[in-house]
């Protein structure tokens, strides 16, 4: 069955970078890609980016494109996303979810990770 | 401020018919194809609607979305008490190149 695992709960101060990993199994890695996403207190889902499981190609969201990176180990079947210079608001959930891609449809995002917490405070 | 625009609540009781309406504009649900999500606390998200009106497999029948014009709606018929959940509705934005979520409407069963 599909899987995502997400590494644990962060907590970091202002100005400091994150980095959350998704490990997934239970399909093949490159068929597909994986989106990043996060919901802050109180707050709704807000998408990140995606990155290809197969190339690597990225879209990431406009507001968010100067501090976010997403990288993939095809080895592993892992996906990355680092958030840098932190700031308060980004205290979030952040979720990871496989992402398949069709130019008519968009993203689906079919199969999501548990979320993990990342805690931006001084 | 979210692109798309969904009601903060709605609820019902066992066995009612709930239904959550998300109105955008043109440049999302006008002219790209609609998705819903449901959320419970502590939980991933799970996907409940894709391209409009198409359950996944092992999504109950009892939910049903829909779209007319820029808006979309998702019903859920004889309302269970496992229902009661954040249900969100999502769909790509033109001018973004990405999607954008309403801000998510909590049903209650009372």
């Known amino acids: 069955q599909v899987q995502l695992v997400q590494s644990g709960d962060e907590v970091k101060k202002p100005g400091a970078s994150v980095k959350v990993s998704c490990k997934t199994s239970?399909?093949?890695?490159?068929?597909?890609?994986v989106s990043w996403l996060r919901q802050a207190p109180g707050q709704g889902l807000e998408w990140l980016g995606w990155?290809?499981?197969?190339?690597?190609?990225?879209n990431y969201a406009q507001r968010l494109q100067d501090r976010v990176t997403m990288t993939t180990d095809t080895a592993t079947s892992t996906a990355f996303m680092e958030l840098r210079s932190l700031k308060s608001d980004d205290t979030a959930v952040y979720y990871c979810?496989?992402?398949?891609?069709?130019?008519?449809?968009?993203?689906?995002?079919?199969?999501w990770g548990p979320g993990s917490l990342v805690t931006v405070s001084s | 401020q979210s692109m798309l625009t969904q009601p903060p609540s709605a609820s019902g009781t066992p066995g009612q018919r709930v239904t959550i309406s998300c109105s955008g504009s043109?440049?999302?649900?006008?002219?790209?194809?609609v998705f819903w999500y449901q959320h419970l606390p502590g939980t991933a998200p799970k996907l409940l609607i894709h391209?409009?009106?198409k359950r996944p497999s092992g999504v109950p029948d009892r939910f049903s979305g829909s779209k007319s014009g820029t808006s979309a709606s998702l019903s859920i018929n004889g309302l269970r008490s496992e229902d009661e959940a954040s249900y969100y509705c999502?769909?790509?934005?033109?001018?973004?190149?990405?999607?954008?979520f309403g801000g998510g409407t909590k049903v209650t069963v009372l």
């Open positions: 239970g399909y093949t890695f490159t068929s597909y890609g």
């Open positions: 391209t409009n009106n």
């Open positions: 979810a496989r992402a398949g891609y069709d130019v008519l449809t968009g993203y689906t995002f079919d199969f």
């Open positions: 990155i290809s499981g197969y190339s690597g190609d990225t």
């Open positions: 043109s440049s999302n649900i006008g002219g790209n194809y």
């Open positions: 999502a769909a790509w934005e033109d001018s973004l190149r990405g999607p954008v």
